[in-house]
């Protein structure tokens, strides 16, 4: 028996967004990535446009975070202990769409790095592979407010995406934004209505919101995973349904939740009748991935490999059904 | 929540000067002033000033010139409009049209040609109805026609024809008991706009019967309103009505300064 399709009629498109810029736009990458342009909900083709498929970001951080599991460590490799062959290994190998940056280094509570050092891995990591590149502040905001501008510096043109304008730190990424034509992330925390008013400030400091990437804290599976689904979904029907304020592409940062969590860091003497830490990690991070592509996310953050290259398949899948 | 800047209209003497002078200026001013100020459209007006379409048209252009917002052809001609439209850049909405057939049959297939919204008036030959039931007819024969030529509900908005509270109080309960019904045509539903200025015609507090009477529409159903997109506080009032409605998602700095 022949389904019909139910066809929905949106009235907004949402914005695109260009992250890296080639030599002749300003920058040195050797590839772009563009995303948003939806004209529908995600994956639903027979409805309308999706002109730009989601994209896979390796995440990478300046020093190995505290607590990783020797799995996941041992997955990616020696590379693990340098940002530049880590980030490298991810395009050569992972064949990631950019990178993510995580810059845990600076953070008051662990290494106390200070920005200039900061700024140097940025400057390293645009160096060695040609990809764009979003990096992300410790989330001190403080200490952000500090790196963010520095690193912002060493990578004038080169758009990158910022992590992240919050309510209290708007002003401080949206001029840096502007001054060195990057993109910036505006995050809430688990908070449409926030998620919103980020925007909301952001545009009215000045900022363009077609510059602008939202993000909710990404809660890992088990851990708030449906409200985070939830507001992924809100805003973008809300996008489409008209509300320029939220036609905005959305960025899930599945790798950085998912490797704090027992059920990705505990083997099964500790967690007996759970499986094998191996399997079960990188399974952990691909369904709340999964989750969140079907939300309504554009750029996904991944840290394991299998985890890449199994959401890279199911994109791929995703994005030929129709 | 649509606004429609009314300002680019010849009934006011400065427009009606920059137009009979070909001066860009005051036209210019205006758009930006009510770009900036937030209107989804701006309504340009020729009225009896000229009946030449190429004077709408400079109209048009002269603004688009300033400002990307969207135009909001208003004009009952049918000459004027076919002219007008195609100087228009997509996503412009029509004012107006009537159900009466010849008025329908004349405007309504302009609009679903260049992918148009417009605005159709709940009256006919026979002229404003005094009562909900054939404000409603009416309106369900507009957005029929608009249907039967391929165009969504949401491209019509129905006008329950807004009436001065001053001289025909008994009017207003019905005006909104219809906008409420317009909303039962389809889903989605249609759009519904006010001309709301007629509203407080010829009174002495104009901006509150204003700002109290689209709050009420939109507790009704409105969803849009040629009105002075430069009154914060109406524009404030209008958007905080579509909050207690949830029909968008509250942030705290959603008002407009």
């Avoid at chain 1, 907004?12 to 050797?30: C, L, M, S, Y």
């Avoid at chain 1, 000045?206 to 599976?221: I, K, R």
Wanted: with cysteine.
């Amino acid at each position: 028996m022949d389904v019909v399709d139910i066809k929905e009629k949106w009235t907004n498109q949402i914005n695109t967004v260009t992250i890296g810029a080639k030599p002749d736009e300003g920058g040195t990458r050797t590839s772009t990535v563009t995303v948003g342009g939806e004209t529908t909900l995600p994956f639903l083709t027979f409805e309308g446009d999706i002109p730009n498929r989601p994209v896979i970001a390796g995440m990478v951080t300046d020093v190995v975070p505290d607590g990783w599991p020797d799995i996941l460590k041992q997955a990616i490799g020696d590379e693990i202990n340098s940002p530049v062959e880590w980030a490298q290994k991810c395009v050569e190998q992972y064949k990631v769409d950019l990178i993510s940056l995580k810059l845990i280094a600076p953070d008051p509570g662990g290494q106390k790095r200070s920005p200039a050092e900061a700024a140097k891995t940025v400057k390293a990591v645009l160096e060695a592979v040609g990809v764009p590149l979003i990096f992300w502040g410790c989330g001190d905001e403080d200490t952000d407010n500090e790196v963010l501008p520095e690193c912002s510096q060493a990578a004038r043109g080169e758009r990158c995406l910022i992590g992240s304008a919050t309510e209290s730190n708007y002003r401080t990424l949206g001029a840096i934004g502007t001054a060195d034509k990057h993109k910036v992330i505006a995050e809430a925390p688990v908070d449409i209505n926030i998620g919103k008013q980020v925007n909301i400030l952001l545009q009215d400091a000045g900022f363009s919101l077609n510059d602008v990437v939202m993000c909710q804290v990404t809660a890992a599976l088990g851990y708030g995973f449906d409200y985070v689904y939830t507001i992924f979904e809100r805003v973008r029907i809300a996008g489409l349904k008209g509300d320029k304020l939220m036609a905005l592409p959305q960025i899930a940062n599945v790798g950085w939740e998912t490797w704090k969590v027992k059920e990705a860091l505990q083997d099964d003497d500790i967690l007996p009748g759970w499986g094998k830490l191996a399997d079960r990690g990188p399974l952990w991070e691909t369904t709340a991935a999964t989750g969140y592509l079907h939300a309504g996310a554009d750029i996904l953050t991944l840290a394991h490999p299998q985890s890449i290259a199994t959401m890279r398949q199911a994109i791929d899948e995703l994005m030929a059904a129709h | 929540m649509n606004f429609i800047g009314e300002r680019i209209n010849t009934g006011f003497k400065d427009i009606k000067q920059a137009v009979m002078d070909k001066d860009p200026g005051p036209l210019q001013d205006w758009a930006k002033k009510q770009a900036a100020a937030g209107a989804t459209y701006l309504d340009v007006n020729l009225g009896a000033v000229s009946a030449d379409p190429a004077d709408m048209c400079w109209m048009i252009e002269t603004v688009q010139g300033a400002v990307e917002t969207a135009i909001c052809i208003d004009t009952n001609k049918p000459k004027i409009l076919a002219e007008a439209i195609k100087a228009c850049r997509p996503g412009m909405l029509i004012n107006s049209t009537t159900a009466a057939d010849e008025k329908l049959d004349a405007m309504m297939p302009i609009a679903a040609e260049h992918n148009a919204s417009i605005i159709g008036l709940s009256m006919d030959e026979a002229g404003t109805p005094k009562d909900v039931d054939k404000r409603v007819e009416n309106a369900g024969k507009i957005l029929a026609k608009a249907m039967e030529l391929g165009m969504e509900p949401q491209r019509v908005f129905l006008d329950p024809i807004v009436m001065p509270l001053k001289y025909m109080q008994d009017q207003s309960q019905r005006i909104l008991e219809a906008a409420r019904q317009f909303q039962l045509f389809s889903d989605p539903p249609p759009n519904v706009v006010l001309g709301l200025s007629n509203v407080s015609n010829g009174t002495t507090h104009k901006k509150l019967i204003n700002r109290i009477f689209l709050v009420m529409g939109i507790a009704n159903g409105v969803s849009a309103a040629i009105c002075d997109v430069m009154d914060m506080d109406l524009v404030n009032a209008a958007l905080t009505a579509e909050l207690v409605m949830n029909r968008e998602i509250f942030a705290d700095s959603y008002v407009r300064t």
